[in-house]
Nanobody, 124 residues
């Protein structure tokens, strides 16, 4: 089992930046990929970004490509999501999740453990 705790959410104006953090404990951190997902009010949860256990393989949803950056520090058991040029449509609860394997994917059902979520609100 992996325990995940997100932090860093908040209220920001459009065009601003936020950095989310997700601290993990339990399994050996470098042995599994980590993903970020988000869920806006009234919508289904959607994939945002994923990073492999080594950090060498990264994928983004088209909606955030060029604005968001996922990274990880395996020495600190932490994954980050740097969000720049934020838009009102980025408003959502953001979740980090631990994948069942090293490479990761955008598929929600391949993630075994989830954090509690952190609210990001972007005002226009």
């Amino acid at each position: 089992q992996v325990q995940l705790v997100e932090s860093g959410g908040g209220l920001v104006q459009a065009g601003g930046s936020l950095r989310l953090s997700c601290a993990a404990s339990g399994r050996t951190f470098r042995r599994y990929a980590m993903g970020w997902f988000r869920q806006a009010p009234g919508q289904e949860r959607e994939f945002v970004a994923v990073i492999s256990g080594s950090g060498f393989s990264i994928n983004y949803a088209d909606s955030v490509k060029g604005r968001f950056t996922i990274s990880r520090d395996n020495a600190k058991n932490t994954v980050y999501l740097q969000m720049n040029s934020l838009k009102p449509e980025d408003t959502a609860v953001y979740y980090c999740a631990a994948h069942r394997g090293q490479v990761g994917s955008p598929l929600e059902n391949e993630y075994n453990n989830w954090g509690q979520g952190t609210q990001v609100t972007v005002s226009s």
